[in-house]
C-alpha cells in the first residue's frame, strides 16, 4: 500500500509561480512511477506530468515549458514546480504513483498505469 499526500496548492496570481509536492509513504518510493493530474470545475481529470526510471518525464502540451517535474527519493517526494500559471490551470492537482515503472510515455500520461492516488490539492490562479 502507498499513501500519497499533495501539499502546496494555495490561490495565486497569474504569471506566478508555485511548487506542489507529493510525500509518498508505504513503499520504496524510488520504485515507483510519480504523475500529476489536475481537475477543473466541471471537467474530467486530465494528465500532467509523469516521471519514471531513468528519470524520464513527459508533459501535457499546455504545461510543457512551463512545469517540471522532479522527484527527491531521499525525501521520498516528487514536485511539480509551475511556472508562469494561468487561469486555465486553475484545478484540483492530484499525484499519482505507478508500481511499474519502465512503461511508455504513452501509458504514463494516462491514468491506468497508476495504483494509487492522492486526495488533491487545490491551485486557484486569479485571472
Known amino acids: 500500500q502507498v499513501q500519497l499526500t499533495e501539499s502546496g496548492g494555495t490561490l495565486v496570481q497569474a504569471g506566478d509561480s508555485l511548487r506542489l509536492s507529493c510525500a509518498a509513504s508505504?513503499?520504496?518510493?524510488?520504485?515507483?512511477?510519480m504523475g500529476w493530474f489536475r481537475q477543473a470545475p466541471g471537467k474530467e481529470r486530465e494528465f500532467v506530468a509523469a516521471i519514471w526510471s531513468g528519470d524520464r518525464t513527459t508533459y501535457t502540451d499546455s504545461a510543457k515549458g512551463r512545469f517540471t517535474i522532479s522527484r527527491d527519493n531521499a525525501k521520498n517526494t516528487v514536485y511539480l514546480q509551475m511556472n508562469s500559471l494561468k487561469s486555465e490551470d486553475t484545478a484540483v492537482y492530484y499525484c499519482a504513483a505507478a508500481i511499474d515503472n519502465a512503461l511508455s510515455a504513452y501509458l504514463y500520461s494516462r491514468a491506468g498505469p497508476y495504483d494509487y492516488w492522492g486526495q488533491g490539492a487545490q491551485v486557484t490562479v486569479s485571472s
Open positions: 508505504g513503499r520504496t518510493f524510488s520504485s515507483l512511477a
